[in-house]
């Protein structure tokens, strides 16, 4: 039986004290004089004592679930285990204390590092040279698409090419930076499995097609196999390939982004090389190119010649879409991850992450409906449909108030009730069998039931409706509400 | 073979794993990528430490470094609470029922923020300043329907190239208003510079010379309420300096690294970004929200989320997706740390130690060009020297004295070295002692 710790915190602005960190310098006689019209005499931000703010963010921490409390098997987002040496090479004090813009001689270190993860990231996806700038993987897809748009206003045919297609299957990040980056996006429909209709792709690719941009596998854990074919097509219109990379995670090591014929591909460090999301981020979204659009990337590009440089500039270059380097504590990370791992490793993950995806599938089919064809990759869609189904987000708060994460629901849009499973290479049978008993459970369960659920967890249904209607973003907004409420009473 | 491996190859049907491989094509599968053999972790911690070893840290420096990336004393408590397996395993919080401690976190970082710089909302993160000045460009953009904004002339580099990126993909014509003799941001040049298409000015303080710029308070005036006004601030600052609420600010954005976030070779960092009340629908980012569940407890939820991509799509606000939400939390632990005294006394170590350091290059004669102007935590100096001549008593003192300014910035004068010193808690007496031998050699 799962409980997960309950806290009545109060928010950190009502627990009041006194300061007990020293600062340094704390006790200097210093002389300061700041002009009338930009002082500030004081904040509302209060005092408190270490201690109490330890206890209290603690306390947090333990109402909050992620990877190292149990089974997280959230689809697109490949929730494989962390490994905690990442963190602690991290946290490396000559990692941590050095400053971006240092003279490079005095960063060799971190430069080597830069430049072996980009080598390595290079022979993964079979490109010709990498970016490690982008600081998420949607930050990814804006740096490949303005590549996209600088390459074909080089060729003078960014006037005519200005449409980006995207299958409906696709992340919805796709469209919102093809967006971003100053294209319009043509969607194609999907086939009734998934894949894309190769009849509308041919239909929507034509000379106006700045770049095709697709996931694969897919969104639904289908291999696009006919992948080449469209490769071939999208080419002979003159039109880029960009491969989001979210789902690496099932064909690693098996096959390239290359090997299918794409010119751009995205990599979410986050997801597929082990480095911790952290409730949100940061993240690292790498873009790795062709040839032919090399001199576009961002600048520096770090190169090596016996000494490590940070000086290059790329001739067309983009320009710049991060500070400096990235998220470099999470490309650290991911390093020490690749290196740990080697071509077995990865092979490894990705063959296991498949095995258990495939088997949560075979397991999850005999009691509801799993659309596309049988052999999936790293992930697959269930379809809570047919009569007395649950609805998918009652089968997800069921399953977060067993001590399980639920999966991600209601996406792709294409699948009715959606619940996109990725179990990843980092779970057990044991814990898969127990997920489909607890999915299973609540297909048997009356539909009224779940409306008291969850009721394990620090707090049951939230009032969505509620909390998007009078937002209150900040506490002070809420206690204003409150006063005004007591007021008209 | 192990018996769960066993029973799941007989529930697939399958004697080999390449079975579920068998869709990809053949002439497109990779036999090998050339990639070395794996490694085990007491190895690679050994080859990592020798690679941070390669590196020289600020700690085994004189370093007077800054422009933009500070480097602040980080408590071991926001490290540890940034270690906690719970937040840093989480995905971002879409099962809010069992996530509830990082979106109160989140909601608490901001609850601070918005109190620090009096501005009604501010999402629970964006990747860097750099980035929330773009994202506040386009949001501006769309607001008032105009397409042209204002920059500063002075700015750091990397921010205008981030925002010259994010322009042209939105269209933007990004327009250029001078300084004036003070450093500060040139009034009459940003009068003549709006035109019917000015869309909103983006001004800051301190700015990239360290310059409280006291002309920010008037700029509002004269842009007029139909335009926006987008102010960058150091967090920071914030205990001595007046909020940018206060200069009645649509917009402001801040670089967060500085809340306890450490250096990491510039990321992660932490971009903040709050907004006017009646601008919340436009605004970017992910916001957590405060409200009850069915049983009327406290809960918080992920509020507007039709802004976003994974609803919205190509009509999202933004295409963001992950941010930089534990960095967030991790500023909410400093500031909680801090409180009022703390950031107080940060900020007056920070522009009394500067200002001790200022009196020192005056004492040796050196040009402090902005000299009049009041700066927080860094100032021009401007050496007669060659950039070499520099170099080499630098190095022999293990000195970073600061950053020098290139021709990205106009200064193209092979015998003058234009350099922006910064002085933060951290610097210590002999980081000063190293200083002032550098003074005495060039002065």
Known sequence: MYHQAVFDEPIILDVKGKRTLKLPHENDDLKVSVPPVMKRERTNLGDREEFEVIRHFVRLSEMNFGVDLGFYPLGSCTMKYNPKINDEIASLDGFRFIHPLQDEQDVQGALKLLYELSEMLKKITGMAEITLQPLAGAEGEFTGLSIVSAYFKCLGELDKRREVVVPDSAHGSNPASSHMAGFEVVEIPSNPDGTVNLEKFKEAVTERTAAFMITNPNTLGIFEDKIVEMANYAHSKGALLYYDGANLNGIMTKTTPAKMGFDIVHLNLHKTFSTPHGGGGPGAGPVGVVEKLKDFLPYPIVTHDGKYHNSYIPPKTIGKVASFYGNFAVLVRAWTYIKMMGEEGLREACETAVLNSNYMRSQMEKFMTVPGKKIKKHEFVASSVGPGMPKAGDIAKHLIDNGVHAPTIYFPLIVPEALMIEPTESATKEEMDRFVEIVKEATKLPPESFEKEPVNLKVTRIDDVDASKNPRPTYKVMKEQLAMQQQSF | ?443
């Open chain 2, 1 to 443: 073979m192990n018996d769960d491996l066993n029973e799941i190859f007989q529930e697939l049907n399958i004697k080999n794993v390449d079975e579920l491989f068998s869709d990809i094509p053949e002439q497109i599968r990779t036999s090998s990528l050339g990639l070395q053999n794996g490694m085990g972790e007491d190895e690679i911690r050994r080859i990592a430490a020798q690679y941070a070893s390669m590196n020289r840290t600020v700690n085994q420096l004189h370093s007077f470094l800054g422009f933009g990336i500070y480097n602040h004393f980080v408590p071991a408590a926001v490290a540890n609470i940034l270690n906690r397996n719970e937040f840093i395993t989480s995905y971002t919080p879409y099962q809010a029922e069992t996530s509830q401690g990082i979106m109160q976190a989140l909601f608490e970082y901001q609850s601070l923020l918005s109190e620090l710089l009096q501005m009604d909302a501010v999402n629970s993160s964006m990747y860097d300043a750099s980035t929330a000045l773009g994202e506040a460009a386009r949001m501006v953009v769309n607001i008032t329907g105009k397409d042209e904004f204002l920059i500063p002339q002075f700015m750091h580099h990397y921010k205008r190239a981030v925002i010259e990126n994010y322009a042209r993909g939105a269209g933007i014509r990004l327009k250029v208003v001078k300084f004036d003799q003070n450093g500060m941001i040139d009034l009459n040049d940003l009068k003549a510079s709006i035109t019917e298409r000015t869309s909103g000015v983006y001004v800051e303080y301190p700015n990239m010379f360290g310059i409280i710029d006291t002309n920010v308070p008037k700029v509002r005036n004269i842009i007029g309420d139909e335009r926006m006004l987008v102010i960058g601030v150091n967090p920071i600052s914030l205990g001595v300096l007046a909020p940018p609420g206060k200069f009645d600010a649509d917009i402001a954005i801040g670089e967060g690294q500085v809340l306890g976030l450490g250096l990491n070779f510039g990321g992660p960092l932490l971009g903040v970004f709050g907004a006017k009340e009646k601008y919340i629908r436009k605004m970017p980012g992910k916001l957590m929200g405060i409200t009850k569940d069915h049983n009327g407890r406290m809960a918080f939820a992920m509020i507007l989320q039709t802004r976003e991509q994974h609803i919205r799509r190509e009509k999202a606000i933004t295409n963001m997706t992950s941010n930089q939400a534990l960095m967030a939390v991790g500023s909410a632990v400093y500031l909680s740390l801090l409180g009022d005294s703390g950031l107080r006394k940060i900020g007056e170590i920070n522009m009394g130690r500067t200002k001790e350091l200022m009196d020192m290059v005056e004492e040796f004669g050196i040009s402090i060009p902005y000299s009049k102007s009041p700066v927080f935590n860094e100032f021009l100096i401007r050496i007669n020297a060659s950039k070499s001549f520099i170099n080499r008593i630098t190095k022999k003192l293990n000195l970073v004295p600061g950053y020098i300014l290139g021709k990205e910035y106009g200064f193209f004068d092979r015998n003058q070295v234009n350099m922006v010193v910064n002085v933060t808690e951290r610097t210590t007496d002999e980081d000063f002692n190293a200083f002032r031998e550098f003074l005495s050699e060039v002065a």
